[in-house]
């Protein structure tokens, strides 16, 4: 019974101790649009075209959704049905790199329809992913026929890093950049229960990029 | 039978099921291109091995498992979808293109082949992305069976890691990636092709997807 309180006790200084994350955001914008973006939409993009890793679909999933979450007036275009409305001209072989690019897609006169009608005023690509380092410790687990249970410990940690480029679709420039990294280390201790304590990287890392942009493109913010 | 008979059977069952190779039909939607059709009548003929496309690898080891990818239903779909979203009108041939084979009036029939394909997995390399790569070779000819051209394209897809997904599932999410990546390309690519450049030339037709 001492040794169950005494590793609960471990458990809960772990859980006082770890799973925190330390980030750091840096911006650089131009022409910050000081009423807001009006009835006009945004649209977020992640990039995958490099060969070892993709933008994951659920972090611009979480940026977009900060976003409108505080800031109702801003339509948030989401990213399948801009990459299936667009299809495709958005697809990683075919993305515009820069925002030079955006002149010779709209030379395409469906391209140009379908954006005036979306009213896309920014377009923001998002460049990067979370990866998970290394890892330490080791647990094992056993069931029988009176129960099972693991004991041990293992810890790993993982790194976020992103970048969100904003251009102005009218303009055709890049308006703003936007970094942000995290990181932070998760422990699972076992004892019987393996109890995970997970540092959220990639949701501080989405809430970092998104207050910023949100900063950006809301008037209210 | 018993119900502990019952669940023995099942749990062997599940025990052959996990000996068996992964097998994985490609499923996907397909969105229409976003583009102004070409004035012109294309017919399209999907041979059965096409049509009923399907990718075997057989494990190189003992813990690894052999791997079925069925390609051929989306493939028709994908095609289908973005080929009558890029010409005025597509029409399926009822046989193939030939000397003597009553066919559809059309400027021209695409034939398109899946030449090879390759998959990866995170268990294959040191990579977290799922890979799906293929190469396709079509040949357009008239409907007589006059060849016109005849080029090869590759497409490719991948997806990461992702939480609580299978195998199954990522191979099946980096296929359709690669069917959308077929269809960017060809859209891309098909008016640079010379031969087809002449032939679109001949009917006096602008160049699609000349803006990239």
Redesign the interface.
Known sequence: MNGIARALLVSLALFALGGCVTAQVDEMVFNEPTEGIGDASVVILGR?HAS???T?P?FVRCVGKYISSRDPAINVIGELQF???????F????APLNARDIE??T?????AR?MEALKTEYMIWIDG?TVRGESAGSMTCAIGPGGGGCFGFGTWSDDADYEATIWDFTDRAEVGRVNTSASGQSYMPAVVLPIPIIAPVQGTACDGIAEQLLQFLSSEY | MTTASRVAALFLLALLAACGPAHVVVQGDFPEPLLDPLPLTLGVWYDEEFAGHEFFDEAAARNESSWIVSTGESQVQMWDTLLGGMFRELVHMKGEPGPGQMNQVVDGVLIPQVDELQYAIPAHTSVKVYEIWMRYRFRLVTTGGKPIAEWTMTSYGKTPTAFLQSDEEAVNLAAVMALRDAGAHFVTSFARVPAVSDWLRARGVPAPGSAL
Do not use: G
């Open positions: 995958r070892d890793y993709d994951e659920e990459l299936n409305e667009l299809y495709p001209w697809e990683p072989r075919t010779r897609l030379r395409q006169p469906a391209v379908k992913s």
